[in-house]
């Protein structure tokens, strides 16, 4: 939805030296990659929030974890970031319209064939 943060949770593990922090990374429509910091929520799970944004915006987003050995491990995708694109909210007022078509020409049809076979 237009303007609605959107939250993401990604499950970190380090074995060996522990998790030091996980960022999220963010760009909108291929600008500046903005980070965040993400926040340890229990077990093996961080989340972070990239901020609402207006209709048509492309985010892309990566989480990039760092370890207490100074490793640094980036998201293991075929693509190094995640997509998606703010589409606006379905208008309440179109569902009407949408639904009454097809009830229509079902009602039209129907009503055809009683008559054929009447």
Same mark, same amino acid.
Request: net charge negative; aromatic share 10%.
């Given at each position: 939805?237009?303007?609605e943060?959107? =939250?993401?949770?990604?499950?970190?593990?380090?074995?060996? #030296? *522990?998790? @030091?922090?996980? =960022?999220?990374?963010?760009? =909108?429509? +291929?600008? *500046?990659?903005?980070?965040?910091?993400?926040?340890?929520? #229990?077990?093996? =799970?961080?989340? +972070?929030?990239?901020?609402?944004?207006? !209709?048509?915006t492309?985010? @892309?987003? &990566?989480?990039? $974890?760092?370890?207490? !050995?100074?490793? %640094?491990? %980036? /998201? *293991?995708?075929?693509?190094?970031?995640?997509?998606?694109? %703010?589409?606006? *909210?379905?208008?309440? $007022?179109?569902?009407l319209?949408?639904?009454?078509?097809?009830?229509?020409?079902?009602? $039209?049809? $129907?009503? &055809?064939? &009683? @008559? /054929?076979?009447?």
């Amino acid at each position: 939805m237009p303007e609605e943060n959107v =939250t993401i949770s990604v499950n970190v593990t380090d074995a060996l #030296s *522990e998790v @030091q922090n996980v =960022t999220l990374w963010y760009t =909108t429509n +291929g600008g *500046e990659w903005i980070p965040v910091n993400m926040t340890w929520e #229990s077990g093996d =799970t961080y989340t +972070g929030e990239i901020p609402g944004q207006p !209709a048509g915006t492309n985010v @892309q987003h &990566k989480i990039v $974890a760092y370890d207490n !050995a100074g490793n %640094v491990a %980036v /998201e *293991e995708y075929e693509l190094t970031y995640h997509a998606y694109t %703010v589409i606006p *909210e379905f208008p309440l $007022a179109m569902l009407l319209p949408l639904l009454m078509f097809p009830t229509s020409v079902a009602v $039209a049809l $129907a009503k &055809k064939r &009683k @008559q /054929e076979n009447s």
